[in-house]
C-alpha cells in the first residue's frame, strides 16, 4: 500500500480548492479539510454573538465556545460544516460572511486557534486540505504543496456561479471587489499570509476543466509516492 501523505492546497479566493482537494482526496480515501470554512464557522460565530473584533478578551473568549467538525453528507457526497452542532454549511458561504471572513481570519488569536486544530486533524497524514497558509505554516512539512492560481475574472465569474447555485444573485462586480479586497487582506497580514511556499508547485486553473485539476494533483501524488522510500 502507498504510503499516507499530507497535500497542502494554497491559493486565492475562488480558485477551485476546495472541489479540487475534495476530489483528490475521494480518489486517494484521505480526509478532506476545507480550513476556510473554519475561518467561515467563526466568523458566523462572531457575527451571530455581536463580538467585537477590536475586544481581544471578547474574542479569546468567544474562541472557548466555539467547536468547529465536519459531518459526511452522503445525499452530497461531501461533508458539511458545523458549529456547535448546527450545519451552518449554506450560512457560512453567503456574501455577509465573505464580506468579514478575512478581517476575522486576520486576528492572530484566531489563527492559532484553528491551525492547533488543524495540526491536530493532520496528525495521522492521508488528509487533503486547502486554504492560504496549509504549506507554508499549517503543515511546512507537507509531502506535496500545490499553489492554485487563477485569472481574476474567471475566478469572479466561478464564484458568481457557486452562489447562484445557493440562491444568492450578486452583481458580478461586487463580486470582483469581495475578491480584490480579500486577496489584499489575506496576501498582507503579519500572521500567516497567503503567500507560495518556496516548494510548492504551480497550478494556473484558469483554463483547466475541474478533472484535469484533479489529474494534474493525482500525478505529483503518485511522483512523490514513488520518491518516498
Ligand atoms: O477558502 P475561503 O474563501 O472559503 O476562505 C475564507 C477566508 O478565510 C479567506 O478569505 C481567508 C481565510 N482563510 C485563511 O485566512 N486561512 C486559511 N487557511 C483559509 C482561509
Given amino acids: 500500500m502507498s504510503k499516507k501523505i499530507v497535500i ?3 491559493g486565492f479566493s475562488s480558485c477551485g480548492k476546495s472541489t479540487t482537494a475534495r476530489h483528490v482526496a475521494a480518489v486517494l480515501h484521505y480526509a478532506f479539510v476545507d480550513s476556510g470554512a473554519m475561518y467561515r ?17 471578547q474574542v479569546a473568549n468567544a474562541l472557548k465556545e466555539i467547536e468547529i467538525t465536519f459531518v459526511f453528507n452522503p445525499a452530497k457526497q461531501s461533508s458539511d460544516t458545523y458549529l456547535n452542532g448546527e450545519n451552518v454549511e449554506n450560512e457560512i458561504r453567503m456574501m455577509f460572511i465573505s464580506d468579514m471572513v478575512s478581517q476575522v481570519s486576520a486576528l492572530p488569536i484566531v489563527r492559532h486557534a484553528m491551525v492547533a486544530l488543524q495540526q491536530k486533524m493532520g496528525e495521522k497524514k492521508g488528509i487533503v486540505m486547502d486554504g492560504r497558509d496549509i504549506g507554508t505554516v499549517v503543515f511546512p512539512k507537507a509531502e506535496l504543496k500545490i499553489f492554485m492560481t487563477a485569472e481574476p475574472h474567471i475566478r469572479a465569474q466561478r464564484r458568481k456561479l457557486e452562489l447562484l447555485q445557493k440562491g444568492e444573485d450578486l452583481p458580478l462586480e461586487e463580486i470582483v471587489e469581495n475578491l480584490r479586497k480579500r486577496d489584499e ?7 500567516g499570509p ?4 518556496v516548494d510548492a508547485i504551480d497550478l494556473d486553473t484558469s483554463f483547466r476543466s475541474m478533472d484535469e485539476q484533479v489529474e494534474f494533483v493525482l500525478e505529483h501524488v503518485r511522483r512523490v509516492q514513488g520518491e518516498i522510500k
Fill in 194 to 197: 497567503l503567500k507560495r511556499a
Fill in 8 to 10: 497542502a492546497l494554497d
Fill in 185 to 191: 487582506i489575506d496576501s498582507n497580514r503579519s500572521e
Fill in 41 to 57: 464557522a467563526v466568523a458566523l460565530y462572531f457575527h451571530r454573538n455581536d463580538i467585537s473584533l477590536l475586544d481581544l478578551n
